[in-house]
């Protein structure tokens, strides 16, 4: 007779724990109501229908969205059904199956509460605030609503907790992009980076992945007491790879390799017999190197620095001491810059003689001229 009565009314026998499929057929805003063929429509409390905190059940389900629920409870005139319930359980293979896998994926962020991120994946998802960013974020509010790429690294069913994390994702994306970089990398290449960070011994520049040192020393031809004399952080440049650690992912790098040396194009700029001012920057044995132009230097040898005999280059110069010269000899590719002081003073003397000589003639002539003057008086 019961057998009977199922068939005659259409109904279906249910028992708690049972996952039914439904329509719904109206949307309130503390629950769902769904027909699943029971002699009553089925209940779904707001409460059941996510696993995040709901406002209105309109937020979650529309009329007419088909469902998979579980059966909470049974009585003649009620059903309770859930679908946080079904969504979690799903939710939980699939996320052990990531955890074991490391798969990345997607979820959108849902709310910014203290310490960190709510994500909705079946189930609430907790990226904290330490597993957002590889760097500090001050305020997450820019967050909600955000899809963020995220690594399950901590599951634990039985107390409900989902540990999810985007820092796990970039560091990895991170490392994958440095190995690849440090193969790429060559010793002679020209490459562009952007200046990162500057300190005192040169700067680190970010290759796309990993960063190279630029040392002090390799920024400029000329020498440089800090770093940002010569550039400044974000600052785009070109440089020339000197070495690549892959083991020890060190890149040695050069930002004056790149540009064109203090000697290019000093044959065009600097001509034999052209007199140049400099600053004698060392004595040695046999002679002084006089800095002419920022990075070169050229040699006054002994035996061009005095019309006299010298012992030694100190007894006419002194470190420091400003000087001119004048050029005897360029030699672009062997970088040498012969140079004279001697050269100067003799062309100093053969001046002052040309100008004794010229003042001697003037002079000898207005003497004939007065010498003839007299002459003639004496004739009249």
């Known amino acids: 007779m019961d057998e009977m009565n199922q068939e005659v009314t259409g109904m279906n026998e249910f028992s708690a724990g049972d996952v039914v499929t439904g329509k719904v057929v109206k949307v309130e805003e503390k629950q769902v109501l769904v027909d699943v063929g029971y002699k009553v429509e089925g ?4 409460s059941e229908l996510s696993s995040l905190h709901v406002e209105k059940a309109a937020d979650v389900v529309n009329e007419g969205d088909e469902l998979t629920l579980q059966v909470k409870k049974v009585e003649d005139d009620e059903i ?3 679908k946080r319930a079904v969504d979690a359980d799903k939710a939980w293979e699939d996320l052990e199956q990531k955890f074991e896998s ?3 994926f997607e979820a959108e962020v849902k709310d910014v509460v203290k310490g960190g991120l709510v994500v909705d994946i079946g189930l609430r998802g907790f990226i904290p605030a330490s597993l957002v960013e590889t760097y500090y974020v001050e305020d997450f509010e820019e967050y909600k609503g955000q899809s963020l790429r995220l690594k399950v690294v901590e599951l634990d069913r039985d107390q409900n907790r989902v540990i999810l994390s985007h820092r796990a994702v ?5 490392t994958s992009q440095k190995q690849d970089v440090l193969q790429r990398l060559e010793e002679g290449q020209v490459v562009e980076g952007t200046v990162q960070r500057l300190t005192d011994f040169g700067a680190f520049v970010n290759l796309g992945g990993i960063d ?3 040392h002090i020393s390799q920024l400029s031809h000329e020498h440089v007491e800090k770093a940002s004399d010569v550039v400044e ?3 785009s440049i070109n440089v020339k790879v000197l070495s690549v650690d892959r083991d020890n992912e060190r890149i040695s790098l050069s930002l004056k390799e790149t540009q064109p040396g203090p000697w290019h194009n000093l044959e065009e700029r600097v001509e034999q017999g052209a007199i140049l001012e400099g600053t004698v920057k060392r004595l040695v044995s046999f002679g002084a190197f006089v800095e002419v132009f920022p990075g070169v230097e050229g040699l006054v040898h002994i035996s061009q620095m005095a019309n006299r005999h010298i012992a030694t280059p100190g007894e006419v ?4 001491q400003e000087i001119k010269v004048k050029v005897l000899d360029v030699n672009e590719q062997a970088k040498r810059l012969s140079l004279s002081i001697k050269e100067l003073e003799r062309d100093a003397d053969r001046k002052e003689l040309q100008q004794y000589e010229k003042e001697d003639d003037h002079s000898g002539f207005q003497l004939s001229d007065m010498i003839g003057d007299q002459l003639d008086k004496y004739k009249d």
């Open 212 to 214: 190279g040192l630029v």
């Open 317 to 320: 110069l002194d470190e420091g």
């Open 80 to 82: 309770v059904l859930s």
């Open 233 to 235: 952080e974000g600052q």
């Open 170 to 174: 970039v560091e990895d994306e991170e």
């Open 102 to 104: 490391g798969e990345v």
């Open 43 to 46: 209940i779904v409390p707001i």
